[in-house]
């Protein structure tokens, strides 16, 4: 059985964690077919990719069995955790989280990488590393820009797991949705970004990333440049004349 699962509907590509039995945990093989898979969707045009799971539990961070426990997974990994955080950073397309299940240590960096994330309200989630005498250090990149500094202490340093309402009023995840609502409520998210531009949607992700950590000078430089390529490019001219024709823009589609 495949380790993941890889699906297209329209315009969306779904990748589906599919090893439930060991709680989606990440084995080698489990960061490189992730990595593997970011890459390939973002060669092959998808507008939005979704990552989800089967089983209860979205991921329950490394795995624990394996002969060699680290950052970078069991012997089989040639990736690691760093390398999948960076890839869905830089990912020109963006991910939506569709969290399915619990979410533990290196589970909750992977949920927290995704560019939005929507988890079911019945879920468990945990900054667990300290109960087994680790911290969580690597995802700790992903998750502190997120918290707060008083929610980043109290959760790092307990290990106690919290409901997805905290986690959406801690700013680590976007949304806590009941469980039979999970799959429309992320289809809504997913037909309002396909209303916008490609480049409007890819230069938005990048923004959200990339401002935060420049100065007020060199932000309002860059910004400016890439508001006038943006403005100038094909996309831009033919979005602003469908507004002022009042049709749609030529990237929304009937799928």
């Known amino acids: 059985m495949s380790e993941l699962l890889i699906s297209d509907s329209g315009q969306v590509r779904t990748i589906t964690?599919?090893?439930?039995?060991?709680?989606?945990?990440?084995?080698g093989p489990m960061l490189n077919g992730l990595l593997a898979a970011l890459t390939?969707?973002?060669?092959?045009?998808p507008r939005l990719i979704v990552l989800t799971n089967t089983g209860n539990t979205f991921c329950a961070g490394a795995d624990l069995t394996a002969s060699r426990v680290g950052v970078s997974g069991d012997d089989g990994a040639t990736a690691s955790l760093a390398d999948l955080f960076t890839a869905l950073r830089s990912s020109a397309v963006p991910v939506i989280g569709k969290i399915n299940g619990h979410a533990v240590g290196g589970g909750v960096?992977?949920?927290?990488?995704?560019d939005l994330s929507y988890v079911r309200s019945d879920a468990k989630i945990g900054f667990t590393e300290v109960r087994l005498g680790v911290a969580p250090a690597v995802i700790s990149v992903v998750c502190l820009p997120k918290l707060n500094r008083a929610d980043a202490m109290e959760t790092f340093l307990t290990g106690e797991r919290f409901s997805p309402q905290r986690a959406?009023?801690?700013g680590l995840i976007n949304a806590s949705v009941d469980p039979e609502e999970l799959d429309t409520y992320v289809q809504a998210i997913i037909d309002k970004?396909?209303?916008g531009g490609p480049s409007g949607v890819a230069a938005s992700k990048q923004i959200v990333n990339d401002v935060p950590q420049m100065d007020h000078p060199e932000a309002f430089d860059k910004m400016t440049t890439l508001s006038?390529?943006?403005f100038d490019a094909e996309e831009a001219q033919a979005g602003?004349?469908?507004f002022r024709e009042r049709r749609p823009a030529p990237w929304v589609t009937s799928d």
């Open 17 to 27: 964690l599919n090893r439930p039995e060991a709680k989606n945990t990440l084995s």
């Open 40 to 45: 390939e969707a973002n060669n092959a045009g």
């Open 109 to 114: 960096g992977l949920m927290a990488a995704c």
């Open 168 to 170: 959406a009023e801690m």
């Open 193 to 195: 970004i396909l209303l």
């Open 228 to 230: 006038q390529s943006l």
């Open 240 to 242: 602003i004349a469908a």
